[in-house]
């Protein structure tokens, strides 16, 4: 079967894309990851070639903010709608029955993702519990398509990464159906501590990521056996021997892998599975900083590092005309379709969320003081106020 790969063989960033790069790293050093076959990234090449979509493309990397929403939108249509052809389709679906056809998560992998300095964390579509020959190949077109999601394309304009030669990889692996799921960072640099910081909830890690819930969140000391809950909203039942093992298997893994992580991971039946494997991207903010303000400041957890004062912006829903340069956005979480106005908005405060979510990550990547977890801020701060947010201490105040 041509162009679609297996754990066991190496692969390349060009080939497989950042994800199944990080996934045959960690098969590589025998950590358990669950089944999985990858749609290499030559496939949507050569349909973006059938499909012509250079010129597309070229316009698109030209085109100002407001005029690339169409053009974005017109290339992901052309690319759901292009019919699969033999023999792709039917080595995808041989690939798939190789597995016993079970349920499955399907994810992208693109060129442009899971760097040492940009995650794209957030950026391209993953499906969950994807079943049947149709469900899949229309879940692998979906994948393709998000290759021009408005907030990737964003995101690689922010980043001067080409529209035009990055490609989609797609990863089809079996659905662990987890007890708890999270996100675990080798290095946390809190107070000086040589700490591991996990992040959890219950089932599966999507919420998680997306920042729609507050997790369960740990400290984990990288020597000895001291770890510290500092929130318990989930109720995962995570106990003193399963993050030891954690500590372990994931301090193990950052020797093999050869940089400090950033995992996903799931615990089914006894066994923890890895989900995923890159760089940390940027340092974490240390929690309390700076010294209180002189107004009357709320308080959640800082997630990103900085102080910025602007215009409030309460915003349910992610309304772009609604954002000006300089704008604070306030919103309950920032699931992927918010984070394309980063480039706009000057500082972050969420309701939920916590500092592993896709939305934290991405603020310290944009240089973004970030404030998460600050309950009913949507209610308390109030529309077109001018409030400063300091990412530092995970406070924010009126200026």
């Known amino acids: 079967m041509s162009g679609i790969a297996q754990l066991e063989v190496a692969t390349t960033l060009e080939r497989g894309g950042g994800k199944w790069l990080g996934l045959c790293g960690l098969r590589a ?21 059938r499909l012509e979509l250079d010129a597309s493309t070229t316009a698109l990397a030209r085109a100002s903010e407001q005029e690339r929403a169409p053009l974005a939108a017109a290339l992901r249509t052309r690319i759901r709608e292009a019919p699969f052809q033999d023999p792709l389709r039917a080595d995808i679906l041989d690939a798939y029955h190789r597995l016993g ?11 442009a993702e ?10 391209y579509d993953t499906l969950l519990d994807v079943q049947g020959d149709a469900a899949l190949l229309d879940a692998v077109a979906a994948c393709w ?48 501590r ?24 740990f400290e984990i000391d990288r020597e000895g056996s001291d770890w ?26 950052e020797a093999e892998l050869g940089f400090e992580a950033d995992l996903e991971w799931s615990w089914q039946g006894g066994q923890l599975f890895l989900l995923q494997a890159r760089p940390i991207t940027t340092e974490l903010p240390v929690d309390g900083a700076n010294p209180p303000g002189d107004g009357e400041s709320l308080r959640g957890t800082a997630a990103s590092p900085g102080r910025a004062t602007g215009r409030a912006r309460v915003l349910l829903v992610a309304d772009q ?16 379709a918010w984070t394309r106005h ?27 003081p970030a404030v998460v977890g600050l309950r009913d801020a949507t209610g308390r701060i109030e529309e077109g106020s001018t409030i400063c947010v300091d990412g530092d201490a995970g406070r924010v105040e009126r200026a």
């Open 29 to 49: 050093v025998d950590a358990r990851v669950p089944a999985a076959f990858c749609i290499e990234a030559g496939h949507f090449r050569d349909l973006a070639a």
């Open 101 to 111: 056809a079970p349920r499955v998560a399907v994810r992208s992998s693109a060129t």
């Open 194 to 217: 040589p700490v591991l910081l996990v992040e959890a909830c219950r089932g599966l890690g999507e919420a998680l990521v997306a920042g729609r819930l507050d997790p369960d969140r």
């Open 114 to 123: 899971d760097l040492r300095h940009a995650s794209f964390a957030g950026q």
């Open 145 to 192: 398509a998000s290759t021009f999601s408005e907030r990737a394309v964003a995101s690689r304009q922010r980043l001067r990464i080409s529209q035009r030669e990055v490609a989609m990889a797609v990863v089809v692996q079996e659905l662990v159906v987890a007890e708890c799921s999270g996100v675990a960072f080798t290095r946390h640099p809190l107070e000086g």
């Open 321 to 336: 005309d609604e954002l000006e340069v300089g704008d604070v956005l306030v919103t309950p979480f920032t699931d992927p």
């Open 342 to 368: 980063f480039s706009r908005v000057c500082a972050l405060v969420m309701e939920r969320g916590g500092l592993l979510c896709h939305g934290a990550i991405l603020a310290r990547e944009c240089g973004i």
């Open 228 to 253: 510290r809950c500092l929130s318990d909203s989930q109720g995962t039942g995570l106990d003193a021997h399963r993050l030891l093992a954690m500590r372990d298997e994931f301090l193990r893994l």
